[in-house]
């Protein structure tokens, strides 16, 4: 079972850009492929929708759906707090995320309601096309509208 926090000093991980030199079409990027601030130190926080992003470098798969989520980011990120575990490297505060949500396989995305109720939790990317984040796009605004 993941911890919810009732108030957290960092409300959410913050300044989400891709990783330079990624590649969306072979394992052969090296980075992790989101970078930003508070990405190891993001609780779940209570009262708030939250998107927990799963990946791991030298994966296209996890760099494509990275790629939707950063851009998504400045659309929600004053009404949704964003999670980034990068599963090879987890902080111990993302460990009880891992145990609860993480099923082996990246990348893999889970979107919270705000009363922690989970609205979607699957692994592989949520669409076929490189760039199209609707579907990403609508299963956010539906936690926040739970």
Known sequence: MWLLIAAARTPAADNLTLAPDLSF??????????????????????????????????????????????????????????????????????????????KGFIPTVVVLAPDGTVVYARAGETAAQRGDAAALDALISKALTK
């Open 25 to 102: 079409t072979d394992d052969s990027s090296g980075a992790f492929p989101i970078r930003g601030d508070h990405l190891a130190d993001t609780p779940v926080v209570r009262g708030r929708a939250t998107v927990v992003f799963f990946g791991a470098s030298h994966c296209w798969n996890t760099a494509r759906e990275a790629e939707r989520l950063v851009a998504l980011y400045p659309k929600f990120r004053d009404r949704v707090s964003f999670v980034v575990v990068d599963v090879n490297h987890p902080s111990e505060a993302q460990q009880a995320l891992m145990d609860a949500h993480y």
